[in-house]
Structure formats: structure tokens, C-alpha cells
């Protein structure tokens, strides 16, 4: 091949490195449901193996491979190696191999990651290649900060509605947490620059901006593990400055030198001790008048040790394999954790990113991280011992030590999304680059078109890494057109036949190109939403009913059970076939009790300690008039989760079937004991009194949820038709003519004015002698919360 062209693909697999590093801060599908994660996940992917597959048609046209001689990269080879090991142990190849295509943790994200590594310390060995990376990350900075702040104050959904469809936290990086430790690194990086480059009035204003911004970004997410990391960084950069300052060591850029006192890096050392200090105070008056939802939790480093000793009793090699961390939770979660809010939450990721790669890659996996951090320290602190050799590398060494030891850090300590991952390994793979640069890492050259015999096998070995290299690039296109299919076939979800057709479709689209257990999971719920939709259709003949109820039947089966089969230890699934067969018995369907009973009973055995699935065997009991074994479900329910409400109303539902309508409004009453924040337990408590003819404590309990939740409109709804029933006419006509405010084609509120304006005004008399049950007592509105 002519150099020309060699020299061609090497640029070309180069801009789209470093392409994909910039558009990745910032990448979001507009118009869109898909998550941040997947689309970043989506990027990163296709790039990475984009750009391998170019160096390897650059490689073949040369007969040469080059390639830094690093332990380092031996032991990053390592990590992927385990996590493909691992995965062939793991209950379910498919979720540990590559999942749905983009979840952080599985062999497949290993892998893109470990390209990124390998070719960041191929291309950056040179200085101009090295600014172009930091420029591409201020740049992107830049722009992320631009954006952000044009949409807190003006609004981007204003100007351009449902552009950001898939972004639910309000930032294009991921979380606000995730946001906030990349605006903490980037202010680090700004406040390095500041500190000791001498560059154009207009590069020192731009990080200027991005320090402030940063520092802007912090104070409003206000996370104390983030402020922590900055202060030691912004510490770090105060001490390295003065030892710089004492040692006689001038940085230099464009000609100019330069010796000051650090205030800068002061100034920021104490902002954030002042948090640290004061986070609460400082906070709530932040949030006074700038308020975003942050609400991310995370298992506790404690719970996270007991579910890794729990894996590694499991698997002590290899763990519970990659990306299966929400089963292990789900099997071996601590009990005290039932009594939390997040009783019912599935985490996918422990403490750490690195604590949970212990537990779903066991001891091997450890070992395989310890190896690549100690290689990586080792080489930290010899690039340091060079680095005051020279100014500008100074520069370039230090400031990447700083990138890769924020996000190593930051990986160890929390779970961050892809961006971090991605900055921690292209640092350190920049790193080795320097190195190379400074000729302090060799250069490992082999030539094979020398020998005819090296070659054949060199070129066959060539030509398959470049087949992989495609197909990989074909798997995660498929991926995620699957995902865009499965979020569009979500969104359309609604309650007419139509739409859950249309529903169908999109689903089925998603599965022909992954065949994901949600997939499975989500197209089964279809399908019997689908079959609601037709045995209330009084229109169909009886016998295309029953042809359309078998069918439905049949495929809400199957679908059910190939989510159990792709994923059989995702307790989910089976709790799903059970709602399936349990959603059958009233149909008669032959074994559908006995089949309901044996998922939930697996379910069980995969999440012992979580009590819905008793409340559901509560259920199917119930269904099948069984009132006495439903009971004991619900008590056993009760007894791991006291204030569990759905299962005291479970109860209070089979006290009404047998008549005890007073025996329902105390089990109700016990729930707004145990939940008084809680505004659906007392609106479901105010419709037990409602249908009892209590209208006066019906009042109460309506009252109590439309203060709890101002929003609540069903809530409004009866309140005003128990004001009615109460005499307390002009009461119930304020709250219905805010109600058709709101919903201003709501056919029922409409009726119900008509017949408040029609109504006689009740005297005190005819108000305590009305004691007829209402007519309708469902839920008449569309809840806009």
C-alpha cells in the first residue's frame, strides 16, 4: 500500500479517537427516548471499534506493527481477558458477555474500554497530538457548560420541546453526580493550567470560565464524596506550585516565565472546606434558589462487602459473573434493608465500580485490578521523576497523573457512568505515550513481510482481528437500534387496542435484533394488556374472541418464558411468568395456577427477602377465593416489611369481599399510621369510607391527600363529591371548577358541576338522611403529577 494512503488511515482511525473523546461529554440522540448511558455506551462503541479497525488496514498496508513495550497494557489486557473468562461461568452468557449492549461491567464494555487504552498510547506520543486531546476535552467542556447553563435559566425544552427526550436527569453527561465529578475534574485541570501555563489572554479567560463553572456546578449538585476529591486535588496543586516555586523550576509557554503565589488554588482548597463543613446549611440555602432532583443512592460499603463474601462463597475465582450484580443483590441483600425505602430497588452496581467487579469477577478479577494499579503507580512515579526535567512535559505528565488518579479514585469510590471510565483509561494509555515521547517506555517494531512464513499468519491474523473488528462494530448497531426500537415500543404504551398493536410492533422489532430478557419481559405485560383490551370489546363475535384470547394467551406465555430463559437468574422474570399465569386463572386457563405458583415460588428462591412476592402469592390465592392462604401470605409479607402498605390494602380488599367493610377502614387506618407522608393511602382510605357512607371522614382522608400531593386530581375529584354528600356545596364547586381547569375536556367533572349547579341546596336534615352508595367509585381522571 502507497504511504500516502498508510498515512491515510492512520489519520483517519486518529480523528475518530479523538472525535469520539469529544463528542462523548456532550453525545445525545435528540427527539428520543433512549438513555444517556446507551447513547454514550452507543458512541464509544462504534468509535473505538471504528478506529481499531482503521489501524489495522493502516498495519497491513505498512507489513509493521508498533506498539509501546508496557506492562501496563499487558495487565489492561488482563482485566478483559478475566471478564471473558468469567463470563462463560457466569448463570447467564448473554447479560455477562455484552447485556443489552451498554451497561458498564460486562466483557464487552471490557473490551471497548481496553481499545481505547491500546490506541490512546499509540497516537499520543507527540505534543501537537497531546493538545489536540486537551483541547478536544476543554472544547467539550465548553460546550457542556454553555448548554447547561442556557437551559437552567432559560430552558431548552422551551425553545426546542421533547429535544431532550432520553435526558432525564437535565444534564448531557449522565446523573448530576456523574456531572458534577467531570465539572470537578475539568475545574482541577483549569486550575492546574492557570497555575502553571503562561498561555493567550484568550485560553486563560476560557479556563477561567471553566473553573468558575465548575466550582458553580459543585456548589449547586453540593455532593461532600466530589468536594472531597477537588479539595484534595486543588491541595495537591497549592503544594506542588510552591515546591515548583522553591526548587527554582519555571514552566514555560510562548516565551514567557512566570513565579507567583498560588491564590487561585487557595481560594479553591477553602471553597471547598467550607463545604465539607457546612454542606447541609450551605446546601438548603443553595437550593432555595436553584434546585435540581439528585436523589441517586447507592448500596453502602458495608452492604457491598457482604454481597461480594456472599459471591465469592458462590465462585471465589470468578464471582457471580460480569453484569450480574442486581441478582446477587436481589439473593443475598441484607435483611435490614426490607425496611428501608429501597426494599424494592434492584441496585446494579455496588460501593464502587471496583467493588462490584470483585464480586460479580471474584478473587481473579481483584487480582487482575491489583496487578493493573500497582503496573500504573509504578509507572506514575517514575513519569514524575522525570517530569522536572522539562517544563512542558511537566505539564503533560502531571496534568494526565491527575486525570487518570481523579478517575481511578473516583471509580473505586463510587459508580460513575461510562465518561469517567473513559478518561481513566485514555489518560493512562496517554500516559504511556508520553513516556514513549520521552523515550523512557521502548518501541516494540515486527515486521512481517520479510518472511513469507510470518507473513501468512500475520496477515491471517490481521484479516481476522479486522472481521472481529467489524462485527463487533455490527453487534452494537444492532444493539442499539434494538434499544431505540424497545424505547419507542415503551412510549407508545397506552390503554387502547391501537396502541398497544403499535406497542406490539416496536417490541417485536427489538427482539428480532436482540433478544434481551426486558424485551421478553416488557412484549409479555403487551400481550396481556392486549387481552384485557379484547374481552372488554363487547363489538367481537364470540368466536373471534375466543380465537384472539387463545392467541394472546399462548404468545403472552411464550414470551414470558424466553425472559426466563435468556436470564434465569433475574428473579424479575419469573415474578413476570407468574403475573402472566396468575393473570390467566380467572380465565380457567388449564395449570395456570399451578404454573403461577411454581414461577413465584423460584422467584423466591432468587429473592428470598423480598416481600412483594409473597404479596403476590397473596394475590393468586385471593383470585382463587383462597382468602385463608392469601392471609398468610400477607402476614408473612408483613412480617419482613411491617409497614409494607400494598399488603395491609391486600387485606383490607379481603375484608370487603367478606363483608367487613369496618374491618377494611382499620386495616386502612393502620397503613396511614405507618405511612402518613403517603397521599395514594389516604386516597384510597377516603374511597373505603366513601363507599361505607362515612362522607364526613371521607372528607378527611381526601383532604389529608390533596394536602400531602396538591396534584393529586382523582383526590380532588371525590373530595368534592364528598363535600356534596356532606352539604358542603360551595366547597365541592371550587374544587370542581379548579378540576376543569385543569382537565378542561373531562367529561365527568363536567356532569358532576352540571349536577351540583342542578342539585337543591341541602339542608342539614336531607344531608345526614343521604346514605346512598355512589354510583362510581373508580378513579375518573388521567393523574398529570
Known amino acids: 500500500m502507497e504511504s500516502k494512503k498508510i498515512e491515510f488511515f492512520n489519520k483517519l482511525s486518529f480523528t475518530i479517537l479523538l472525535a469520539t473523546i469529544f463528542t462523548s461529554v456532550f453525545f445525545f440522540i435528540p427527539y428520543t427516548p433512549v438513555t444517556l448511558d446507551a447513547s454514550k455506551g452507543f458512541l464509544l462503541s462504534i468509535g473505538m471499534a471504528l478506529s481499531l479497525f482503521f489501524w489495522l488496514i493502516a498495519r497491513l498496508g505498512e507489513g509493521r506493527f508498533s506498539f509501546p513495550k508496557e506492562k501496563l497494557l499487558l495487565a489492561g489486557a488482563g482485566i478483559v481477558l478475566v471478564f471473558l473468562v468469567a463470563s ?7 447479560v455477562s458477555l455484552f447485556g443489552g449492549g451498554f451497561e458498564i ?86 486550575l492546574f493550567t492557570l497555575e502553571f501555563l503562561h498561555t493567550r489572554v484568550l485560553y486563560r479567560v476560557l479556563h477561567y470560565f471553566l473553573l468558575v463553572s465548575g466550582m458553580l456546578f459543585l456548589m449547586i449538585i453540593n455532593v461532600p464524596i ?8 486543588a491541595v495537591l496543586v497549592f503544594v ?37 463543613v457546612g454542606n447541609n446549611l450551605i446546601g438548603g440555602w443553595i437550593s432555595q434558589y436553584v434546585s435540581i432532583n439528585n436523589q441517586e443512592v447507592r448500596p453502602s460499603i458495608v452492604t457491598t462487602a457482604q454481597i461480594t463474601y456472599k459471591a465469592l462463597q458462590h465462585n471465589v475465582f470468578f464471582g457471580t459473573g460480569p453484569n450480574t450484580f442486581s441478582s446477587a443483590w436481589s439473593l443475598w441483600k441484607p435483611q435490614q434493608i426490607t425496611q428501608t425505602v429501597f426494599w424494592n430497588t434492584d441496585f446494579v452496581n455496588g460501593f464502587g465500580l471496583i467493588p462490584t467487579f470483585v464480586a460479580t469477577t471474584g478473587v481473579i478479577g481483584l487480582l487482575a485490578w491489583v496487578v493493573f494499579f500497582v503496573f500504573f503507580v509504578k509507572k506514575g512515579i517514575r513519569a514524575v521523576r522525570i517530569a522536572l526535567g ?44 508520553i513516556m514513549v515521547y520521552k523515550q523512557e517506555t521502548k518501541v516494540i517494531s515486527f515486521s512481517f513481510l520479510t518472511d513469507p512464513r510470518n507473513s501468512f499468519f500475520s496477515i491471517l491474523g490481521l484479516m481476522v482481528f479486522m472481521i472481529g473488528t467489524l462485527f463487533l462494530t455490527y453487534v452494537y448497531i444492532e444493539k442499539f437500534t434494538s434499544i431505540m426500537y424497545f424505547s419507542r415500543g415503551v412510549a407508545q404504551q397506552g390503554s387502547s387496542l391501537e396502541s398497544l398493536v403499535k406497542s406490539e410492533r416496536m417490541l417485536t422489532n427489538a427482539i428480532t435484533l436482540d433478544k434481551s430478557d426486558v424485551y421478553y419481559r416488557t412484549l409479555s405485560q403487551v400481550y396481556l394488556a392486549q387481552l384485557g ?8 363475535s364470540q368466536d373471534t374472541l375466543k380465537s384472539n384470547v387463545q392467541q394472546l394467551v399462548t404468545l403472552a406465555e411464550s414470551s414470558a418464558g424466553q425472559a426466563v430463559t435468556q436470564n434465569p437468574q433475574q428473579y424479575l422474570n419469573y415474578v413476570n411468568l407468574g403475573n402472566v399465569y396468575s393473570g390467566l386463572v380467572p380465565l380457567s386457563v388449564t395449570n395456570s395456577y399451578e404454573s403461577a405458583l411454581a414461577a413465584y415460588n423460584k422467584a423466591r428462591e432468587l429473592s428470598p427477602r423480598n416481600p412483594s412476592i409473597f404479596l403476590s402469592l397473596a394475590d393468586l390465592e385471593f383470585n382463587r377465593k383462597n382468602n385463608t392462604g392469601a392471609r398468610a401470605f400477607i402476614q408473612q409479607a408483613l412480617d419482613m416489611k411491617s409497614n409494607y402498605v400494598d399488603a395491609i390494602f391486600l387485606l383490607a380488599q379481603i375484608e370487603t369481599a367478606e363483608g367487613n367493610l369496618s374491618g377494611a377502614i382499620k386495616q386502612a ?26 362522607f364526613s371522614d371521607a372528607v378527611s382522608a381526601f383532604e389529608r391527600a390533596v394536602i400531602l400531593n396538591p396534584n393529586y386530581l382523582n383526590a380532588r375529584y371525590f373530595l368534592a363529591q364528598s363535600y356534596q354528600k356532606t352539604g358542603r356545596t360551595a366547597d365541592a364547586r371550587a374544587q370542581l371548577e379548579l378540576l376543569n381547569k385543569l382537565v378542561p375536556d373531562n367529561q365527568d367533572i363536567k356532569n358532576a358541576l352540571n349536577n351540583l349547579s342542578q342539585a337543591p341546596a341541602p339542608t342539614q336534615a336531607t344531608t345526614t338522611a343521604t346514605k346512598q352508595v355512589p354510583k362510581k367509585t373508580t378513579p375518573p381522571l388521567k393523574e398529570q403529577q
Open 226 to 233: 466530589i468536594w472531597l476529591l477537588v479539595g484534595l486535588f
Open 669 to 694: 387506618e393502620r397503613a396511614g399510621e405507618l405511612n402518613p407522608n403517603d397521599s395514594t393511602v389516604f386516597f384510597r382510605l377516603g374511597l373505603l369510607r366513601y363507599n361505607a357512607n362515612s
Open 240 to 276: 506542588y506550585n510552591i515546591s515548583l516555586q522553591q526548587a527554582e523550576v519555571t514552566i514555560v509557554r510562548d516565551g514567557d516565565t512566570r513565579k507567583k503565589f498560588p491564590f487561585t488554588a487557595l481560594i479553591v482548597v477553602f471553597i471547598c472546606l467550607i463545604f465539607l
Open 88 to 94: 462463560f461461568f457466569s448463570s447467564s452468557h448473554y
Open 390 to 433: 522539562d517544563s512542558l512535559s511537566n505539564y503533560f505528565i502531571v496534568t494526565n497523573l491527575v486525570i487518570s488518579l481523579y478517575s481511578w479514585i473516583s471509580i473505586i469510590v463510587y459508580t460513575p457512568n461510562i465518561i469517567m471510565l473513559m478518561l481513566g483509561f485514555a489518560s493512562t494509555g496517554i500516559l504511556i505515550g
Open 533 to 540: 383490551a379484547v374481552l372488554s370489546d363487547k363489538s367481537i
Open 105 to 190: 461491567g460486562t466483557f464487552g464494555s471490557m473490551l471497548i474500554l481496553f481499545i481505547l487504552f491500546f490506541l490512546s498510547s499509540i497516537y499520543f506520543q507527540t505534543e501537537k497530538r497531546i493538545w489536540q486531546f486537551y483541547g478536544a476535552l476543554f472544547l467539550g467542556a465548553f460546550i457542556l457548560a454553555v448548554f447547561e447553563f442556557v437551559h437552567v435559566f432559560i430552558g431548552v425544552d422551551r425553545m426546542l420541546p421533547g429535544l431532550l427526550g432520553g435526558v432525564a436527569s437535565g444534564n448531557l453527561v449522565g446523573s448530576w453526580n456523574d456531572f458534577g465529578l467531570f465539572f470537578g475534574l475539568v475545574a482541577i485541570l483549569s
